[in-house]
Every structure is written in structure tokens, then in C-alpha cells.
């Protein structure tokens, strides 16, 4: 009789003792189970179960909130020439991955939600002064591509966001409050320019996601 | 069937906890709609044709074919009960097994497409400048085929060799698997957003944005725990059926499938609006399309979103 029971949870197959296929959501059982002297209370599992889910999504978001507190407090006044200089430095960075034949538009709106925005507002009212932009070839974006975190990934996301035109971008407006969608409504830039490239292969892809716009 | 072996037995301490066929039509129904929506406004916006949305229009074509072959089965239940079918021949079993089959498949597809979903997010954050060179669209074209493959032959060893207990390990394991690497994908995403709304901050004038870390913790959240809560019952069903098959306690969990099976479908239904209706783009989309029939309609929804952009401004 065991080995012959099939674990089949989509629909009932042919149980012994009933000749006729049973069209039901049941499952084929062993054998009738004794519920006597039980010792907890039946539903003990069920409960068990779901319980233990909801500590676990609970816990699992208390500690992604603790990530977003931690560390933030000592950052709000950092020294002023060391943020000069990683400035600079990044404004150079920016300068040289700048292509002007590559260019994207995104929505003011959407713009204003995004977590870069804000950054690539500064980086833009610091180095614009002194930049002149100049086009360089595809190969120079990749001069910075790195792919270890830290200040590397930083550069590689300001790389890459140098495709955008950044010049749309510039709102003075630093937004510190967000409309009742999440982060992770940033997931694209809506072109204005419906007349973009289509045959061009890179926009597309950037088209539709911001890196950083997923949170 | 031998029951010698319990001289008493009550077998109806914990029945079977039956939902009523019209709550599994709606929500199968519901999930129809969304998903064929979604696929739809994919196909037809030329700007959603990026490897993000296919996987997303994956992940939907999926859920679709979960929600109609459950549909399907509820019918022939439905006709079963109500005498219309005969449910002794050949061709029940094999419409039973073929059911049984696209229903694996569709499952399993959801998973592969939700872990497709994350490991796109994945590259696209720490791999940005070499995005569109790893994932090209004949890429996406060869995962997405590789996907399917995959399932639909999972799909119908399943269906056929169910009652092999490593069928079912294979199938609660690579549950785990999908859940283990994309709550990685997820937790590592978010904290390289952590580490750059800190550098942000440090620039001069910037004050630190809590509220944006605040809302990624928030939609990460609701990411894992609607996965966790639709997926897990049903694979804890699977498993305790490979464990315990006696046990008065797993039988009493046991009861509860119908409420599992709901469950993976109000899945279906929540999957939409945490993946593809929150991009604007495919929302605009929506408008157009709709707003090509019925005027109300498209007066309704254009209120809607200019009070939304109100909001933002």
C-alpha cells in the first residue's frame, strides 16, 4: 500500500477504496490518522508556521531599517576641503566619460525622486565652470569601469549616468520629499525626445532603468 | 487501503478547509486581466522592449497560464460534481496530468522570472556602464527560451513522476535556492543604495535623506514578504508531505492546501503591482490604451494622474 501512494497534491488520483477518478483538490492520504492524545493543540503547526513567518518578514525589516539608520548621522558635516576635493574629483570623472552623442532625457518628476539627481546636481554647479564639453569616444566610459564597491562603484554610476543629457537634469529643486511612490518606481527615465534613436542599441537598455533608481 | 492498523481513528478532527469555487474563478479572473494587461502594454510600447520588461512580461505570461490552468481544473471540477463529465476515462486522467503540468511549470516559471527580475536589477546596478553589452537583447531572447525549456520539462516530470519523493525535494530546493539568491541580489542592491544616499548626503548642503532609505527598506520589504508569504505555505505543505505523511499535526496542516493554492494565486494578482506597475512608463501605456475607448474612462484616468503629479510638484 505505500509504496504504491502517490504524493500528487494537484488532483486526487484513484484511492483504493473508491473505484470511481475523483475530481477533487485532495490529496491521496496513507492511511487515516489518529487524532487521539494529542498532546498541543492540532492546529499547533499552522500556527507555528505562520507566526515564525511573520517574526521573519518583521525581523527582515527591522534590520533593513536599521541598515538605513546606521552611519548617516556621522556624515551630515564632513570637512569642507575633503568634500572639495572628491568633488573635483569626481567632476573630472564626469567630464571625461561625457558623450554628447549619447543622450537621454528623463521627466523633471521623475528626476526629482531620484536619489542621483540631487547628486548630479552638484556635481554639475561645481565642475560645469570649468569643463568644456568635449566628445569623447565610447572607450573613455569605460576608463573608471570598475567593479569593486566603495568610491569605485561610485565613479562607475556617475560613468554612467554621464550618458544622460545632464543638462535636463538641472533643477534647482532639491526634492526632500517624496511622492507616496516608493524608490523603486525610479526604475526608468521616461524620454521626452520621443524622436531618440531607436536603432541605437544603448538606448534602449538606459532607457528604461536608472541604475540607481530601483531604491 | 489498509486502516487495521488504527482501531478507532477519528479521520475528521481537521477536515479539509474547502474554498468555494466562486473566490478561486474571481481571483483567477483578476489575475487574467492584470497580467494580460501588462503583456499587452509591453508589446505594444516600443520603449518597454529592454530586457527589464521581458522578464517582467515573463513573469506575467506565467502567471497567466497558472491562473488558467487552475481555472481549467476548477471547471472540470465544477462539471464533475454536477455530473456533466466522466470521470473514469482516459482522457480525464491525461487532461489531469496535462493540468497538473502547466501548473508545475507555471510555478516554477514565477520563480525563475522573479530571479531573472533581481539578477537584471543586479547588473544593471553593479554592472551599469557593461549593461547593455552583458544583457542583449538575443541574451534576454536565450535566458528567456533556456527559462522555459527548463519548466516546461520540470513542468511534465513533475506531473508524471510525482510521487518520487526527489521530485518534490528538487522542486523545494530549488525554492530556496531562488529565495536565498534573491534576497541577496536584493539586500546587496540596497546596500550599495545605503552607501550612496550617505555619500550624497556628505555633499555640501544635502541633508540626509532618510525618508528615501526609509521607503527602499519599505518596498524591499514588501518585495520579500509577499514572495515569502504566497510561496512558503505551499512548499512547507510539499515538504511536510515528504516528512511526516502521518502525523496528526502536519494532517491538520495538510487541510489547509486549498488555502496555500489561494495563495499562490492571490500571488499572481500582487505581482503586477510590485513589478510592472510601478514603472511610469508602462502606467502611461496603460493610459493611452485605455483612453482609446470610452471617454469616462479616460477622464477618470487622466485625473488620476494629474492629481499624482500635482502631488509630486
Known amino acids: 500500500m505505500s509504496e504504491n501512494s502517490s504524493i500528487s497534491n494537484k488532483i486526487s488520483r484513484q484511492t483504493a477504496s473508491h473505484p470511481d477518478y475523483v475530481w477533487e483538490y485532495e490529496y491521496y492520504d496513507y492511511e487515516p490518522v489518529s487524532f487521539e492524545g494529542l498532546k498541543a493543540h492540532k492546529y499547533s503547526i499552522v500556527i507555528g508556521f505562520w507566526v515564525g513567518l511573520a517574526v521573519f518578514?518583521?525581523?527582515?525589516?527591522?534590520?533593513?531599517?536599521?541598515?538605513?539608520?546606521?552611519?548617516?548621522?556621522?556624515?551630515?558635516?564632513?570637512?569642507?576641503?575633503?568634500?572639495?576635493?572628491?568633488?573635483?574629483?569626481?567632476?573630472?570623472?564626469?567630464?571625461?566619460?561625457?558623450?554628447?552623442?549619447?543622450?537621454?532625457?528623463?521627466?523633471?518628476?521623475?528626476?526629482?525622486r531620484s536619489l542621483f539627481h540631487c547628486y548630479i546636481n552638484e556635481v554639475e554647479h561645481l565642475g560645469r565652470a570649468k569643463l568644456n564639453s568635449k566628445?569623447?569616444?565610447?572607450?573613455?566610459?569605460?576608463?573608471?569601469?570598475?567593479?569593486?564597491?566603495?568610491?569605485?562603484?561610485?565613479?562607475?554610476?556617475?560613468n554612467s549616468l554621464?550618458?544622460?543629457?545632464?543638462?535636463?537634469?538641472?533643477?534647482?529643486?532639491?526634492?526632500s520629499t517624496l511622492g507616496d511612490d516608493d524608490l523603486l518606481l525610479c526604475e526608468q527615465p521616461i524620454i521626452l525626445n520621443n524622436n531618440a534613436d531607436d536603432s541605437s542599441t544603448l538606448n534602449p537598455q538606459l532607457r528604461s532603468q536608472t541604475p540607481h533608481g530601483l531604491f | 487501503m489498509e486502516n487495521s492498523t488504527h482501531v478507532t481513528v477519528n479521520t475528521t478532527d481537521c477536515e479539509v478547509v474547502e474554498i468555494p469555487h466562486e473566490i478561486f474563478f474571481a481571483i483567477a479572473m483578476v489575475s487574467l486581466t492584470e497580467n494580460l494587461l501588462v503583456v499587452v502594454a509591453v508589446i505594444k510600447n516600443k520603449n518597454l522592449h529592454s530586457p527589464m520588461y521581458c522578464f517582467i512580461c515573463s513573469l506575467s505570461i506565467f502567471n497567466m497560464t497558472?491562473?488558467?490552468?487552475?481555472?481549467?481544473?476548477?471547471?472540470?471540477?465544477?462539471?464533475?460534481?454536477?455530473?456533466?463529465?466522466?470521470?473514469?476515462?482516459?482522457?480525464?486522467?491525461?487532461?489531469?496530468?496535462?493540468?497538473?503540468?502547466?501548473?508545475?511549470?507555471?510555478?516554477?516559471g514565477s520563480i525563475f522570472s522573479l530571479l531573472a527580475i533581481a539578477v537584471d536589477r543586479y547588473i544593471t546596478i553593479f554592472h551599469a556602464l557593461r549593461y547593455h553589452t552583458i544583457m542583449t537583447m538575443k541574451r534576454v531572447a536565450a535566458i528567456l527560451a533556456g527559462i522555459w525549456t527548463f519548466c516546461a520539462a520540470s513542468g511534465v516530470l513533475m506531473a508524471i513522476f510525482s510521487h518520487y519523493t526527489i521530485i518534490m525535494t528538487c522542486f523545494i530546493v530549488l525554492f530556496l535556492i531562488s529565495l536565498a539568491l534573491?534576497?541577496?541580489?536584493?539586500?546587496?542592491?540596497?546596500?550599495?543604495?545605503?552607501?550612496?544616499?550617505?555619500?550624497?548626503?556628505?555633499?555640501?548642503?544635502?541633508?540626509?535623506?532618510q525618508k528615501h532609505n526609509m521607503k527602499g527598506a519599505i518596498t524591499l520589504a514588501i518585495l520579500f514578504g509577499v514572495f515569502i508569504a504566497c510561496w512558503s505555505p505551499f512548499f512547507f505543505h510539499l515538504f511536510l508531505i515528504m516528512i511526516c505523511p502521518l502525523n496528526p499535526y502536519c494532517e491538520c496542516y495538510r487541510s489547509l492546501f486549498q488555502v496555500n493554492v489561494i495563495l499562490l494565486m492571490c500571488n499572481s494578482v500582487i505581482d503586477p503591482f510590485i513589478y510592472?506597475?510601478?514603472?511610469?512608463?508602462?502606467?502611461?501605456?496603460?493610459?493611452?490604451?485605455?483612453c482609446c475607448s470610452g471617454d469616462i474612462f479616460c477622464h477618470a484616468i487622466q485625473c488620476l494622474q494629474l492629481n499624482s503629479n500635482i502631488r509630486l510638484l
Not at chain 2, 506597475?277 to 493611452?288: A, C, D, N
Open chain 1, 162 to 175: 554621464a550618458k544622460f543629457n545632464i543638462p535636463n537634469f538641472v533643477s534647482s529643486e532639491q526634492s
Open chain 1, 57 to 112: 518578514v518583521i525581523f527582515m525589516f527591522f534590520i533593513l531599517t536599521l541598515l538605513t539608520k546606521t552611519g548617516a548621522p556621522h556624515q551630515e558635516n564632513p570637512e569642507p576641503s575633503e568634500k572639495h576635493n572628491r568633488m573635483n574629483s569626481f567632476a573630472v570623472d564626469f567630464h571625461r566619460s561625457q558623450e554628447s552623442d549619447k543622450v537621454l532625457s528623463c521627466e523633471v518628476v521623475e528626476e526629482s
Open chain 1, 135 to 158: 566628445a569623447s569616444g565610447p572607450k573613455h566610459s569605460n576608463l573608471h569601469v570598475r567593479e569593486t564597491l566603495g568610491d569605485d562603484e561610485l565613479d562607475e554610476e556617475i
Open chain 2, 66 to 108: 497558472a491562473s488558467v490552468s487552475k481555472t481549467w481544473e476548477n471547471i472540470m471540477i465544477v462539471f464533475s460534481k454536477m455530473g456533466h463529465l466522466y470521470s473514469r476515462g482516459e482522457l480525464a486522467m491525461k487532461m489531469d496530468d496535462v493540468m497538473d503540468a502547466l501548473v508545475c511549470m507555471s510555478f516554477l
Open chain 2, 276 to 290: 510592472a506597475f510601478r514603472s511610469v512608463e508602462l502606467r502611461s501605456t496603460f493610459r493611452k490604451m485605455f
Open chain 2, 182 to 209: 534573491i534576497m541577496f541580489l536584493y539586500v546587496h542592491m540596497f546596500l550599495l543604495a545605503r552607501t550612496h544616499a550617505r555619500k550624497i548626503a556628505s555633499l555640501p548642503g544635502n541633508t540626509v535623506h
